[in-house]
């Protein structure tokens, strides 16, 4: 497994920015899809975006298309989501995650490897 910690959190008002940061670190994780994912009270865990280590393209989740982007730091085995323009849905716990399956996965279910999670709280 690979092993993830998130940074970055905290309250914002609306309308504002945070980026968020994923430290990986562990086996060989070249082949690995890394992705973030938010969870508010009450609801499912869902996919906000993703992108492949060892690739060029992302996946970002339509609900926030537009205002959010996802990057990675190879010399610092670091994944960043930066967030833009935020509204008061975007608040949840935000949790960073890979999985070593190809094509883009979707589910919670396909990630083996998950951070702690880190509480993204937008205010009015």
């Known amino acids: 497994q690979v092993q993830l910690v998130e940074s970055g959190g905290g309250l914002v008002q609306t309308g504002g920015s945070l980026r968020l940061s994923c430290a990986a670190s562990?086996?060989?994780?070249?082949?690995?899809?890394m992705g973030w994912f938010r969870q508010a009270p009450g609801k499912e865990r869902e996919f906000v975006a993703g992108?492949?280590?060892?690739?060029?393209?992302?996946a970002i989740a339509d609900s926030v298309k537009g205002r959010f982007t996802i990057s990675r730091d190879y010399a610092k085995n670091t994944v960043h989501l930066q967030m833009n323009s935020m509204k008061s849905e975007d608040t949840a716990v935000y949790y960073c995650a890979a999985s070593p399956r190809l094509g883009l996965p979707i589910a919670p279910s396909n990630y083996d490897s998950w951070g702690q999670g880190t509480q993204v709280t937008v205010s009015s």
């Open positions: 992108i492949r280590w060892s690739g060029s393209s992302t």
């Open positions: 562990g086996r060989t994780f070249s082949n690995y899809y």
